[in-house]
């Protein structure tokens, strides 16, 4: 069984910013890639960023030059520094993991006001 469990999300206003944590532990073997998902009310899942153990990036279009991720992987843990946070960026975030299953976190909210 593996846990991730997210932390760091709230409240910000519009221009501000937020940084998110996910720490996997339990039944860990060797997690490969790490990552965020998001998930806005009334809307489908959209892809974030991931982050390879070997720390190969990729940005989903709507974050690029605004979030960057950050990985240590002694204590597989993942940073989410989210920049120039707008509106849209409001919504749950789910932290996943890889192993030899796809693992999820329970969620953090992030609200950005206008």
């Known amino acids: 069984q593996v846990q991730l469990v997210e932390s760091g999300g709230g409240l910000v206003q519009a221009g501000g910013s937020l940084r998110l944590s996910c720490a996997a532990s339990?039944?860990?073997?060797?997690?490969?890639?790490m990552g965020w998902y998001r998930q806005a009310p009334g809307k489908q899942r959209e892809f974030v960023v991931v982050?390879?153990?070997?720390?190969?990036?990729i940005y989903g279009d709507s974050v690029k030059g605004r979030f960057t991720i950050s990985r240590d992987n002694d204590k597989d843990t993942v940073i989410l520094q989210m920049n120039s946070l707008n509106p849209e960026d409001t919504g749950m975030y789910y932290c996943?993991?890889?192993?030899?299953?796809?693992?999820w976190g329970q969620g953090t909210q992030v609200t950005v006001s206008s």
């Open positions: 982050i390879s153990r070997g720390g190969s990036i």
């Open positions: 339990g039944n860990i073997r060797r997690i490969n890639d």
């Open positions: 996943y993991g890889t192993s030899n299953d796809v693992y």
